[in-house]
């Protein structure tokens, strides 16, 4: 698709072309609509800058410098600083997403959260071979 300059359109054919775009995306309720729906919007790369927008203004957001950011995700000072500025001075709509996003994972994992337990502790010993602990209380018993 061809770039037009916003400077080129009338008000007119801006409202319109934005209203169909954040009416269209409000109007999707699911994860799996949203994202079909950006598969068939964006490129690739389109989408994966954009997710890396998100993961900059996340790290922001953690308290994360410059520096620590470029060299985690690949990225120049002058995007951070884009990213930071709209953090700042935007419509809190960085934040307002990263917060939905927070939610949903930790309830994506909260279940897991509470029967995860840590690798080669006494609790995954059991979980991994609760036969043998049921050997072990059987003949403990039979000793006494």
């Not at 953690?62 to 419509?91: M, N, P, R």
């Not at 996003?101 to 909260?110: G, I, P, W």
């Amino acid at each position: 698709m061809s770039k037009v300059s916003p400077r080129k359109l009338s008000s007119d054919q801006k409202m319109k072309s934005l209203d169909i775009l954040w009416t269209s995306i409000a109007s999707l309720k699911a994860r799996e609509e949203v994202k079909n729906f950006f598969k068939d919007l964006l490129t690739p790369t389109e989408s994966i800058m954009l997710g890396r927008r998100l993961q900059i203004a996340q790290m922001l957001l953690e308290g994360k410098g410059y520096d620590f950011i470029c060299e985690e995700i690949g990225t120049s000072k002058a995007t951070i600083a884009s990213v930071h500025q709209w953090l700042s001075s935007g419509f809190g709509g960085y934040e307002k997403a990263l917060k939905g996003f927070e939610d949903t994972v930790n309830k994506r994992f909260e279940g897991e959260k509470k029967r995860r337990v840590a690798p080669m502790s006494f609790e995954w010993l059991k979980n991994k071979y609760p036969l043998h602990f049921l050997l072990f209380n059987l003949m403990s018993k039979n000793k006494k």
